[in-house]
């Protein structure tokens, strides 16, 4: 009996040490230099901003292409005239997009490929929040070749003084 438990531990202890260098790897690596970097390998909200009546909201793509984004819209968000999906240069990139209630559908005509930046702008918005205050949007996304949305992150956008 002492024999099978040794043995079962073992097991299970080389199982662990398998495993945990797997997913120990953080995004966070260090330079010789004592310097931090970031490696990411999947889509994050690289910006968010409120620019005149817009919120925008950009998302880098990285890893498999995007064939899709979904975008919660705040509570606090009364209403917004249309959604646009440009890329990084301006270009408006051919999008189906349908709101159901308070959730954004972007479903992209092309997945949009690893290493472009897209820019999701919300214009002629209405909020009913005071200066200051913040809204939150929750952001997921669908890659080429996976079957589920994988959350992206959450765009924080503050809203400034108004004139």
Known sequence: MKRFVLVGLSSIALSVATFLPATATAPLVRSQNNQMFFSFNSPFISSSEIRGENHLIRVMVLGMSLQDVMVLVPPQMAKFRSITVADETGK???????RVDRRVAVVFNQPVISGKTIEINFSDTDITMEEGEILL?????????LNAEI????????????N
Request: charged residues 20%; aromatic residues 4%.
């Open 92 to 98: 408006m990139i051919p999008a189906k997009i349908e």
């Open 151 to 162: 959350p992206i992150g959450t765009a924080r956008i503050q809203v400034p003084p108004r």
């Open 137 to 145: 949007y929750s952001v997921t996304a669908k890659q080429v070749g």
